[in-house]
């Protein structure tokens, strides 16, 4: 992990109701990212190597999470070429399918708003609130019905996303 540049990720996790996304693109205009994520085995936390489109440009990450609670976690990110991407994906975890989702990020009132829909659903979808501190005050777009806040649910964690997915449970 030397090589890997670490920062605390605090965030509040939302599953919301499936957003219209026609109007989250008119009134927003997010960036939309196509998103593809492999759990790699790991001794220490949660490893993944992510594939991320944005119009005609690639960019490959890999993360390593160790969580501190639910919402926040030890963050350790370095950038990798394509071909890395790919050798990486030689470790991936056999009991995980890779998650393949659209990201559609953009600022409301000085906070990212991250909305993740995913092809496995087509009633509700993520949204992910970065956060600078426990008690850092954030606001929810009124376009954006909340179902619940699954912040400190392991269920809505990416990991146990492709783990459910490669289970048949989702």
Known sequence: ???????????KKFLIEYPKLNLIMEKYK?????????????????????KRVEGDKTVYIETIKVRI??????E????????EYEL???????NRSPVIKDRYAFQYK?????????????DKAVLEIELESEDDEYFIPP????????????????????????????
């Open 1 to 11: 992990m030397n090589d890997m540049k670490m920062q605390i990720e605090l965030e």
């Open 30 to 50: 997010p960036i939309k990212y196509e998103i593809e994520q492999i759990y790699l085995f790991s001794n220490e936390g949660s490893r993944r190597v992510r």
């Open 69 to 74: 609670n639910g919402s926040k976690c030890y």
């Open 76 to 83: 350790y990110e370095r950038e990798l070429t394509a071909d």
């Open 88 to 94: 990486c994906k030689a470790d991936a975890d056999p």
């Open 110 to 122: 000085n906070k990212i708003m991250e909305i993740d829909v995913y092809p496995f659903w087509n």
């Open 143 to 170: 376009e954006i019905k909340i179902l619940k806040d699954v912040s400190d649910s392991k269920k809505y964690k990416n990991a146990q996303l492709a783990a459910a997915l490669k289970n048949g449970k989702l």
